[in-house]
C-alpha cells in the first residue's frame, strides 16, 4: 500500500569531480528516493478520455524506457540525497527522475524527468527539462 505522504524536490544539483558522478537532491520531507535513468529520450503517449459518450485522445504521458534504478547513498529516509550513477560517457545524454519510499511504503509522489548532458571532456552541462511529467503506474 502507498504512503499517503507527499514529498517535493527542494534543489537539485550534479557534480563531476574526479571521475566521479554526483547528483544531489534535498526534499522538504523524509524519504529514501531512488534515481531512475535511462539514455532513451522520453516517449509520449496520449491518453483516452470519454467525455459524454465521445472517445477523444488527450493529455499527453511521458515515460522513460529501459530505466537503471539508482538506490541513495544514504540508508533510511533523509532530507538530503545523494547518487553516484554509472559513469556516462562524454557528449551523451540522460534522462532521469527520482520515486521514493517513506518508512519502506512507496509514495505517490513523484518528479519531473531531468536531463543531464556531459559535453567534451566532462564539461557538465545542466539542464532541468520540467516540462515532463512521469505518471505513477495505475494512475489513469
Same mark, same amino acid.
Given at each position: #500500500?502507498?504512503?499517503?505522504?507527499?514529498?517535493?524536490? *527542494?534543489?537539485?544539483?550534479? +557534480?563531476?569531480?574526479?571521475?566521479?558522478?554526483?547528483?544531489?537532491?534535498?526534499?522538504?520531507?523524509?524519504?529514501?528516493?531512488? =534515481?531512475?535513468?535511462?539514455?532513451?529520450?522520453?516517449?509520449?503517449?496520449?491518453?483516452?478520455?470519454? +467525455?459524454?459518450? =465521445?472517445? /477523444?485522445?488527450?493529455?499527453?504521458?511521458?515515460?522513460?524506457?529501459?530505466? /537503471? !534504478?539508482?538506490?541513495?547513498?544514504?540508508?533510511? +529516509?533523509? =532530507?538530503? %540525497?545523494?547518487?553516484? !550513477? !554509472?559513469?556516462?560517457?562524454?557528449?551523451?545524454?540522460?534522462? &532521469? &527522475?527520482?520515486? $521514493? /519510499?517513506? $518508512?519502506?511504503?512507496?509514495?505517490?509522489?513523484?518528479? $519531473?524527468?531531468?536531463? &543531464?548532458? *556531459?559535453?567534451?571532456?566532462?564539461?557538465?552541462? *545542466?539542464?532541468?527539462?520540467?516540462?515532463? &511529467?512521469?505518471? #505513477? %503506474?495505475?494512475?489513469?
Amino acid at each position: #500500500m502507498a504512503s499517503l505522504i507527499r514529498w517535493a524536490i *527542494l534543489s537539485h544539483d550534479c +557534480d563531476y569531480t574526479e571521475g566521479v558522478l554526483t547528483i544531489i537532491v534535498t526534499t522538504d520531507q523524509p524519504v529514501h528516493l531512488t =534515481l531512475h535513468h535511462t539514455s532513451k529520450n522520453p516517449r509520449t503517449h496520449l491518453r483516452q478520455e470519454t +467525455d459524454r459518450g =465521445l472517445n /477523444t485522445m488527450t493529455n499527453p504521458d511521458y515515460c522513460c524506457v529501459e530505466i /537503471t !534504478p539508482v538506490d541513495q547513498n544514504e540508508p533510511g +529516509d533523509t =532530507l538530503t %540525497h545523494t547518487f553516484n !550513477p !554509472p559513469d556516462w560517457p562524454p557528449c551523451s545524454k540522460h534522462y &532521469y &527522475y527520482f520515486t $521514493a /519510499t517513506f $518508512a519502506g511504503a512507496p509514495t505517490t509522489s513523484n518528479t $519531473a524527468i531531468f536531463t &543531464y548532458h *556531459l559535453q567534451g571532456h566532462w564539461a557538465p552541462d *545542466l539542464r532541468i527539462g520540467l516540462s515532463y &511529467y512521469v505518471p #505513477m %503506474h495505475g494512475t489513469p
